[in-house]
Nanobody
């Protein structure tokens, strides 16, 4: 089993930045893909970004391209999401995800492990 714990959420003004972190523990060996989804109130959970083990393969949702950057530190079993130029529509609970499969896409069903989520609120 794998446990994922997110941190770094909070309240920020539009145009500001936040960095989310997600630490994995448990059976992390060969945990190839890690990433992020988000869910805004009243909306479906949606894909944000994911990264492979080496960091050579990343994928972003169109609505975050150029603003968010995903990275990982395998020595710490941690994935990060640097979020810049935040907009009120980025307000959501952000969930860390992980799986052993590669390559993974944008479907929730592809990811076996989920964190509890961290709230990001962007004020206008």
């Amino acid at each position: 089993q794998v446990q994922l714990v997110e941190s770094g959420g909070g309240l920020v003004q539009a145009g500001g930045s936040l960095r989310l972190s997600c630490a994995a523990s448990g059976r992390t060996f060969s945990l190839d893909t890690m990433g992020w989804f988000r869910q805004a109130p009243g909306k479906d959970r949606e894909f944000v970004s994911r990264i492979n083990w080496s960091g050579s393969n990343t994928l972003y949702a169109d609505f975050v391209k150029g603003r968010f950057t995903i990275s990982r530190d395998n020595a710490k079993n941690t994935v990060y999401l640097q979020m810049n130029s935040l907009k009120p529509e980025d307000t959501a609970v952000y969930y860390c995800v992980a799986d052993y499969g590669v390559p993974l896409g944008v479907s929730k069903s592809e990811y076996s492990y989920w964190g509890q989520g961290t709230q990001v609120t962007v004020s206008s």
